[in-house]
């Protein structure tokens, strides 16, 4: 069973720029989490869709939005892109985001900001 | 924030049994404790979680203490492999995947 799968791997961009990560579940998988995760600040939630509806959010700007697609992969965007928004971006998913659930985290997207 | 507290780091020696620790005293009685571990360079893995009962798998074993304010991850003999930063997170209903991470506690096996 292939597991979560993001891209792409490793991403440079310049301030600024806006950028695109993308996050295929496990199939079969309907709810999809992204979290950011930086040295100075762990591992922080950013948002949660399922069925194609945000469900949860946190507490980032509006800079920071996503969406589901009808087949479950989710996408996520930044825009204007500032420094500190250079972090390891992780996506997970699970069969409905229940708290009787695993999570199945990705590999995650490294992204660079010069 | 669903808040739990663990140690910074530990030590093991490989082959031995470890305890890892974990207080959530703010615990409800519908939140579930997870575990996760993550690797060097890794996304989060999955580790085990429970809600009252003791639970088993074949990673690991899941202590859960009769009040639910604390329980311990315990993997039963210690290998390399096992040196993650392991975190110990609540779920609670109607949040999504909305976990929150702590600060984890980073594990070290000595050979």
């Known amino acids: 069973k292939a597991g979560v799968t993001q891209t792409p791997r490793y991403l440079i961009k310049t301030r600024g720029q806006q950028v695109t990560l993308s996050c295929s579940p496990i199939?079969?998988?309907?709810?999809v989490s992204w979290y950011q995760q930086t040295p100075g600040q762990g591992l922080q939630f950013l948002f949660e869709?399922?069925?194609?509806?945000?469900?949860n959010k946190g507490n980032f700007p509006g800079r920071f939005s996503g969406r589901q697609f009808s087949n479950s992969r989710s996408e996520m965007n930044v825009s204007t892109l500032e420094l500190g928004d250079s972090a390891l971006y992780l996506c997970?998913?699970?069969?409905?985001?229940?708290?009787?659930?695993?999570?199945?985290f990705g590999d995650g997207t490294r992204l660079s900001i010069l | 924030d669903a808040k739990t507290t663990q140690p910074n780091s530990m030590e093991s020696n490989e082959e031995e049994p470890v305890h890892l620790p974990c207080n959530h005293s703010?615990?409800?009685?519908?939140?579930?404790i997870h575990w996760y571990r993550q690797l060097p360079s890794q996304g989060p893995e999955y580790v085990i979680h429970?809600?009252?009962s003791n639970v088993n798998n074949r990673m690991a074993s899941l202590a859960i203490a009769e009040d639910r304010k604390s329980s311990t991850l315990i993997l039963h003999r210690a290998t390399l492999r096992d040196a993650a930063v392991y975190y110990c997170?609540?779920?609670?209903?109607?949040?999504?995947?909305?976990?929150?991470f702590g600060t984890g506690t980073s594990l070290t096996v000595i050979p």
């Open positions: 997970a998913s699970s069969l409905d985001g229940g708290p009787n659930q695993p999570q199945h």
């Open positions: 199939s079969g998988h309907r709810s």
């Open positions: 869709y399922f069925s194609e509806t945000q469900r």
């Open positions: 703010t615990i409800s009685g519908t939140d579930y």
């Open positions: 429970g809600l009252t």
């Open positions: 997170i609540l779920s609670l209903p109607n949040t999504g995947n909305q976990f929150y």
